[in-house]
Each structure stands twice: as structure tokens, then as C-alpha cells.
């Protein structure tokens, strides 16, 4: 991942490595698959507090309507080409958090 257009917000950067699922879509999009199921099935199985760090190929738009009804904010980062990163945080757990 290069250089994002600004860096995540403080209390997403301290995390600790253990609280991020880690979710690469970019295989399926490359192989005209959807992954839209499988970040659904992975969302539903995260633990409070806990971050969805979702690498794709391009930035999903959609996704992120999606995810925000359910109650997630994102930020994102686009190195290269093809390659995003958008970590996925439930609003409520980060209440108050700076």
C-alpha cells in the first residue's frame, strides 16, 4: 500500500494488529467473481471493536452505502492502480474516540 490521501483517524492508527480482520477481495474481482456475500458473512462474524481492514480492487461505492445503513463508518486508502484499502469500524464502538 503506498501513501494514502491523509493518514486514518488516531484511534484507528493505535489499534493493535489483533483487532483488525483482514479481508482480501481482490482475487474474486480479478476472476469476475462477487464478493459481496463474503464481506457480508465476515462483517456478521466480527467482534466489537474490532476492524474490517478490506483490500479490493477498486472503491465500493456501493459497499460503503451499504455498510453506513448498518451502522459503519470507513476510511480508505488507494495505492496503486488496482489496490484499496478501506477499513470498516462499527460507529458505536468508536464513540468518543478521537
Given at each position: ?47 466489537p ?33 488496482e ?16
Amino acid at each position: 500500500m503506498t501513501k494514502a490521501m491523509t493518514s486514518p483517524p488516531t484511534f484507528l492508527a493505535r489499534l493493535p494488529a489483533t483487532r483488525f480482520v483482514e479481508l482480501d477481495v481482490r482475487p474474486i474481482l480479478q476472476s469476475g467473481g462477487e464478493p459481496f456475500s463474503r464481506i457480508m458473512e465476515t462483517v456478521e462474524r466480527m467482534p466489537p471493536g474490532h476492524v474490517l481492514r478490506l483490500r479490493a480492487t477498486f472503491k465500493p461505492v456501493p459497499l460503503l452505502g451499504v455498510m453506513h445503513q448498518k451502522g459503519w463508518a470507513h476510511w480508505i486508502a488507494h495505492g496503486q492502480d488496482e489496490d484499496w484499502e478501506i477499513w470498516f469500524y462499527r460507529l458505536a464502538d468508536f464513540e468518543g474516540s478521537g
